[in-house]
């Protein structure tokens, strides 16, 4: 069965240090992989997917993901986090012939220190 | 392009009642899929609709039911209310039945069950 682990439920930085949220994925076909973001009490907005072309993903707002098959990882990274990057972050993964069905990861709330 | 709309965006309801929740997808998108999100169980795909035909189901009782109407809008319905039903209900639309198609998400709708 497909499922994906976020590693870290709650991740703290500084503004100006490196953000890394880490997603592991288990899945016996080559997936989709997709970065959620959700600010509070709004739904989630797509930071980047991977669909099989070049496996460093750039996104939105300088986010970029990584996907490693050997590691069967996509973790997410930013080189600098801002005070605006605060918020909660999903990793889910969409299987071939799934009818748009996405399993996401139990989310890592990210929170930025001034 | 106008985004994913949901309605109404808070509700109210008693156990024991239904509750109809609604949802326009942008413009030119064919598939709308359903999501709940709760804190103890995160994200989980309740339903996807396609050119008015249900493609797929997650693993939620039949009191859990949704259609597509020939716009593409989708309504989901709840019957029976239960205190556990108290969640945010997310939609999302993506363009055509391509696993690779990003889903864009509406801000939910956040149903509490008293």
């Known amino acids: 069965a497909q499922s994906v682990t976020q590693l870290g439920s709650h991740v703290s930085v500084s503004e100006g240090a490196l953000v890394l949220l880490r997603c592991n994925y288990s899945?016996?076909?080559?997936?989709?992989l997709f970065w959620y973001v959700q600010y509070p009490n709004q739904g989630l907005q797509l930071l980047l997917k991977?669909?099989?072309?070049?496996?460093l993903v750039k996104g939105i707002n300088g986010f970029e993901a990584e996907f490693k098959k050997s590691e069967t990882s996509f973790h997410l990274t930013k080189p600098s986090a801002h005070m605006s990057d605060a918020a909660e972050y999903f990793c889910?993964?969409?299987?071939?012939?799934?009818?748009?069905?996405?399993?996401f990861g139990q989310g890592t709330e990210l929170s930025v220190k001034p | 392009k106008a985004g994913v709309t949901q309605t109404p965006r808070y509700l109210i309801k008693t156990r024991g009642q239904q509750v109809t929740l609604s949802c326009s997808p942008i413009?030119?998108?064919?598939?709308v899929s359903w999501y709940q999100q709760t804190p103890g169980q995160g994200l989980q795909f309740l339903f996807e609709?396609?050119?008015?035909?249900?493609?797929n189901k997650g693993n939620f009782p039949g009191r859990f039911s949704g259609r597509q109407f020939s716009n593409s809008r989708s309504e989901m319905n709840v019957s029976t209310l239960e205190l556990g039903d108290s969640a945010l209900y997310l939609c999302?639309?993506?363009?055509?039945?391509?696993?690779?198609?990003?889903?864009?998400f509406g801000p939910g709708t956040r149903l509490t069950v008293l």
């Open positions: 991977y669909t099989s072309a070049a496996t």
């Open positions: 413009s030119g998108h064919r598939s």
């Open positions: 889910a993964v969409m299987i071939y012939n799934q009818g748009g069905k996405l399993i």
């Open positions: 609709y396609f050119s008015e035909t249900q493609r």
């Open positions: 899945s016996s076909v080559p997936p989709y």
């Open positions: 999302a639309s993506r363009e055509s039945g391509v696993e690779s198609d990003t889903q864009y």
